[in-house]
């Protein structure tokens, strides 16, 4: 009895090896990043609960690597470092030196406000108001 319950726990061990090991090959990466060896050894401690495990690790596995391959590598570089801008503007002065930039001379001058007619309201005459009943 002993030497079958050896026999199926060091098979379920290899099997979970074996598929570790296709893994591996099918996508460059182990199930959670765990070497085929690791899941053999996690297979064979805990048997049917280590097919399990590897079984979801394989699926967790999966899904990150469909979702690295959508976003394959910036083709353009690094981005700017920080404080540089990335069209090409001037940067930014230092901390403490910020000033507004003065007003071009003559080129064109702050708009007012809109001058509002004093007195009552008018009456709407398009008949568009909002609050029905007499006014």
């Known amino acids: 009895m002993q030497l079958v319950l050896l026999a199926v726990v060091v098979a379920v061990g290899?099997?979970?090896y074996r598929e570790a090991e296709k893994f591996e090959r099918q996508t460059g990466?182990?199930?959670w990043g765990?070497?085929?060896i690791l899941w053999g050894i996690v297979c064979f401690l805990l048997?049917?609960?280590g097919?399990?495990?590897l079984y979801i690790a394989e699926r967790n596995t999966k899904k990150q690597v469909r979702a690295n391959a959508m976003w394959p590598p910036s083709q353009y570089g690094?981005?700017?470092a920080y404080g540089t801008s990335a069209y090409g503007d001037?940067?930014?002065p230092a901390a403490g030196q910020w000033a507004p930039?003065?007003?071009p001379s003559g080129q064109w001058a702050a708009p007012s406000a809109p001058s509002i007619p004093p007195g009552p309201p008018r009456p709407n005459v398009g008949g568009t108001d909002i609050i029905p009943g007499p006014h």
Do not use: E, Q, V
């Open 14 to 16: 290899f099997a979970g």
């Open 29 to 31: 990466k182990g199930p």
């Open 34 to 36: 765990g070497s085929a």
């Open 47 to 49: 048997g049917l609960i």
């Open 51 to 53: 097919l399990l495990l």
């Open 78 to 80: 690094a981005p700017p």
């Open 90 to 92: 001037p940067p930014a």
């Open 101 to 103: 930039p003065p007003p």
